[in-house]
């Protein structure tokens, strides 16, 4: 008899997810899949809008990244606009971006994914979030604190708010930086390693006890793709895309936004509204890849930064060629956290980054135009057609999550297989499953909620639907 | 009472005032220190009592006269603030709020709305009527200006300040009731109008119907406050 087990909603996501494991006679899985539940409509309501409100209009489609939209978004409309925008407004817009990327994995790290790596797969889930760590281990849910407050006060310094800052607008930003808030961000930045420091020395002594999840968290051969410079160094906000093989090799290179349509297709499955990337040359499933902290470290060559530099060395022995298990991706993003901060202060200590000329104007010189970014979890590509009055009539985003789509739900699938035997769930087995997930970070609803409110809901399935086993977590 | 005397007397929320014959409610009560909240009413502008935010009660008539345009009398007893007119102002509000699409969070005027900021006075949380979601369309067809009709609040202060200031009418209005909408000249793009490109109507626009392209990201303050100035010089002449 076959059976069906679904977790609904995943928790300690970015959003609101399901997953189905598809058992057959003998209690093995046979399939499984990772669901997003919700459909937003950003695509189709932009339509008939002026262009230039497009960035504070896409930056609503997330509360924990907002910058990496309204940088993607601000791109495109300058790609419409034909402008180039001033190089301090681009310092700027880096140092913002670089700033959400801290906080976000800080978030990810911290709150959604450090219970279980601190406190245990297994641990109670009733003590098993962010509360639960700071109790057990208070310096570093101390630091996790203070990380995302580094970098959700640097949003704030200079887009005036924490979250949707308008402060990115087309033609670069609104306000230039003043000598007062330069100073008070680095006055921040001591506490900043101290604590990142501190999470990377606590997370490389206990990854080693994660040996049998490092093996069957979505660890599997895929293509990766990311934004890097043309000196072969990590890139977030600008630089051109390359995408590589599983051994390293480069498939495409230096793919700015606009010929990201002719590079990516997008598949849809019948289960989830979240599409599927793929490589148009490779087809689908075949051209799937994955983005993100995982894909950038795989990708770049050097982080530019001395202390990044010397961390990303010793990611680089984790595997011979690019490192293939998705549970890296937690080392990756603390690597990427002490890159940011480093790359921030060498931004402040450009004397131009207090120069006035922060913003270009144009009106419509250009009918279609598009933008990419990395935000945390991975490449943004926002394209636009607009008609002679700037007004949109066409728009097609594609996110990082979509990007990881493929992959994560071959993760799920391989860690179901593993986890889940004789037809039977263990609490821990389960938690293993949705940590696959977790790996990833996807922003499902790319919106925040409030922690802790949504209820886990196991459900074990017969094959004709009848409800055999429930467990509300 | 005698029309005649200049000077008339009387009480505004239990205050003792005088005024001028001639005078609204609306001005007298300003002069004193009294607010009463308006939308439609621009100081330096003619009024029309559209909005009805204004109401006030008059002792011994249980009629609520907008105070933009009612003038006083001797003897008057007004009440600006009451139960009754808190209700009927937000129910005036949600009126508003329903008919078209207000999206506070996306608007350029974000934080600089007469709409928004009256909705905060008057404790708005929720909206009990239905929404209409009108289809409306937005006219960016000027070079530097964009009508967005679904912030429209058919204030009308773009077409008077058009019209009394600026002494070129571009702006009307066209339909009647739910069907009414601002125009440029008689129905054409505002781009291909006659517009002299001032911008009176921008500054004076409550909301975020009428923006600068060049402001986005709710970065757009608007600053109505010329207009007095203007018709000071003018009558100086």
Not at chain 1, 458 to 470: I, Q
Request: proline share 4%.
């Amino acid at each position: 008899m076959s059976q069906t087990i679904t977790i609904d909603p995943v928790t300690r996501l970015e959003g609101h997810g399901k997953i189905t494991i598809q058992l057959n006679g003998e209690g093995e899985v046979e399939d499984a899949h990772f669901h997003v539940t919700q459909v937003r409509g950003f695509e189709k309501f932009a339509e008939g809008r002026p262009f230039y409100e497009m960035p504070s209009l896409m930056a609503r489609i997330c509360g924990i990244c907002p910058v990496s939209h309204l940088i993607a978004s601000a791109r495109a409309c300058e790609a419409i606009m034909s402008v180039r925008i001033p190089r301090t407004a681009a310092q700027l817009r880096r140092m913002l971006n670089l700033a959400q990327m801290v906080q976000s994995h800080a978030l990810s790290f911290f709150y959604l994914a450090s219970p279980d790596l601190l406190l245990g797969m297994e641990s109670d889930p009733a003590a098993r979030h962010i509360f639960g760590v700071v109790a057990a281990k208070p310096e570093l849910g101390r630091a996790g604190i203070g990380l995302r407050r580094f970098g959700q006060h640097i949003i704030e310094l200079l887009g005036k708010k924490r979250i949707h800052p308008g402060w990115v607008v087309p033609g670069g930003v609104t306000e230039p930086l003043e000598a007062s808030k330069r100073d008070e961000i680095l006055a921040m930045l001591p506490e900043a390693y101290a604590n990142i420091q501190l999470a990377l020395a606590a997370y490389k002594q206990i990854a080693d006890t994660f040996r049998h999840e490092i093996e069957v968290f979505a660890n599997f051969q895929s293509n990766y793709m990311s934004l890097i410079n043309e000196d072969e160094s990590i890139e977030f906000t600008v630089g051109a895309l390359r995408v590589i093989d599983s051994s390293g090799n480069i498939l495409e290179d230096g793919i700015l936004a606009d010929g990201f349509s002719d590079l990516i297709g997008e598949a849809v499955e019948p289960y989830s509204y979240t599409k599927f990337a793929y490589l148009k040359s490779l087809g689908y499933p075949a051209g799937s890849y994955r983005v993100g902290p995982l894909a950038r470290l795989n990708i770049a060559k050097t982080m530019g930064t001395p202390l990044a530099e010397k961390e990303l060395a010793e990611f680089k022995q984790l595997a011979s060629g690019p490192v293939q298990s998705s549970f890296h991706y937690h080392h990756a993003r603390l690597i990427e956290i002490l890159y940011g901060i480093e790359k921030i202060e060498l931004i402040l200590a450009d004397p131009l980054i207090l120069d006035k000329h922060v913003r270009a104007f144009a009106g419509v010189n250009r009918l279609e135009g598009a933008g990419q970014a990395e935000a945390p979890r991975g490449t943004l590509n926002h394209h636009y057609k607009v008609d002679e009055n700037g007004l949109i009539t066409w728009a097609n985003l594609v996110i990082a999550t979509g990007q990881n789509n493929n992959a994560m739900n071959r993760g799920v699938l391989q860690a179901a297989r593993h986890y889940v035997k004789d037809g039977k769930f263990t609490e821990g087995a389960l938690n293993r499953v949705e940590a696959v997930i977790r790996t990833f970070d996807p922003c499902l609803s790319c919106s925040t909620h409030a922690f802790g409110q949504m209820p886990l809901v196991l459900t074990l399935l017969s094959h004709n639907g009848e409800v055999v086993d429930r467990v509300i977590r | 009472m005698n029309d005649a005397v200049e000077v008339k007397t009387l009480i505004i929320d239990e205050q003792e005032v005088s005024a001028r014959r001639g005078q609204t409610i609306l001005e007298v009560a300003r002069e004193n220190g009294i607010q009463i909240p308006t939308l439609c009413s621009l100081d330096g502008l003619s009024s029309v009592g559209a909005c009805r935010m204004c109401l006030v009660e008059i002792k011994g008539s249980n009629k609520l006269l907008p105070a933009c345009v009612a003038t006083v009398y001797e003897g008057m007893e007004v009440t600006t603030n009451s139960e009754r007119l808190q209700k009927y102002r937000r129910n005036i509000l949600e009126l508003l709020f329903a008919e078209r699409n207000h999206i506070c969070s996306v608007c350029v005027s974000n934080g600089h709305c007469e709409l928004q900021t009256l909705g905060q006075q008057h404790g708005l949380t929720h909206v009990r009527l239905p929404y209409r979601n009108p289809d409306l369309h937005v006219d960016a067809s000027h070079e530097r200006f964009t009508v967005d009709h679904n912030r429209c609040v058919l204030c009308t202060r773009c077409v008077r300040v058009c019209a009394e200031i600026e002494g070129a009418h571009i702006w009307d209005v066209k339909g009647r009731g739910i069907d009414s909408i601002v125009i440029t000249d008689l129905n054409q793009p505002w781009g291909e109008s006659a517009c002299t490109r001032c911008g009176k109507c921008v500054q004076v626009c409550p909301t975020g119907a009428l923006f600068d392209k060049s402001k986005v990201g709710a970065d757009h303050p608007k600053y109505p406050d010329f207009l007095p100035f203007l018709n000071m010089m003018r009558e100086a002449q």
